[in-house]
């Protein structure tokens, strides 16, 4: 809780235990939060790092609607046919072909060893196709709905309330800070402050860590995070 000392120096009652939840200057941070980031209660222009009320609702992938249907091989050369399952249009192109927004840019071949029941063992085509958009890559597997790709993340600002649909690079202003994403896993968002060169990593358990730019950010969970629930439901087109 908070010292003593600190609520005689801000005027709170030091025999009153609710006070640490209670916003003085009514910024939306609790005494508590000020005494921990080391601001002024009575200040509402003193505050501690917006990101510490960031929120991480939901992690899922960008979607993607083509799939690796087959692979065929001319000389040197490899055609590959993709679907889109939006609405089962067949595509046919090469490497360096622009299909939508997205480019192929590599194809690796290979193949495991899986048992049938029919056969035995067999080998089965596990080969990859590396599509680019705008730097982001999305791996296929043909003859598979396997993808794996570019992470969104739905991050909600909970002063205001307002939800925040973010992508790798994508650039956040809460109150006067500007936040900029710089990785997204299944499980936390990392924003750098890039005027004070500071990273802050938010995670779907609630809790938020932060360390400078070159360094890894504490294991310790702070003390101002919270638990909060996922959704399965959200669009994040």
Known sequence: GMPDWWEVLHGFNQRDPDDAHQDKDNDGFTNLE????????SDPSSYPPPVSKFKLIQVKPRPVYFRLKSVN???????????????????????????????????EEKYE??????????????????????????????????????LLAELVFTIRDTNHKVSVDTEIQLLDNIYKVIDIT???????????????????????????????????ESELSTETGTTSDLNLE
């Open 34 to 41: 000020e005494f921990l980031a080391d601001t002024n209660p």
């Open 73 to 107: 091989k001319f000389g040197e050369k490899y055609k590959f046919t993709l679907k889109d399952i939006r609405d089962g249009r067949d595509y046919y192109c090469e490497i360096g072909d622009a299909i939508g927004e997205h480019k192929i840019v590599a194809y």
């Open 113 to 150: 060893w899986v048992e049938d029941p029919r056969v035995g063992k067999r080998r089965k085509d596990i080969s990859t196709l590396k599509l680019d958009r705008d730097g982001r890559i999305t791996i296929l597997t043909v003859s598979s709905d396997r993808v794996q790709g570019e």
């Open 186 to 220: 299944m499980d936390s968002v990392i924003l750098l402050d890039e005027s004070l060169n500071k990273k802050t990593t938010v995670r779907t358990s609630g809790a938020i860590s932060t360390a400078f730019e070159d360094t890894e950010p504490s294991e310790t």
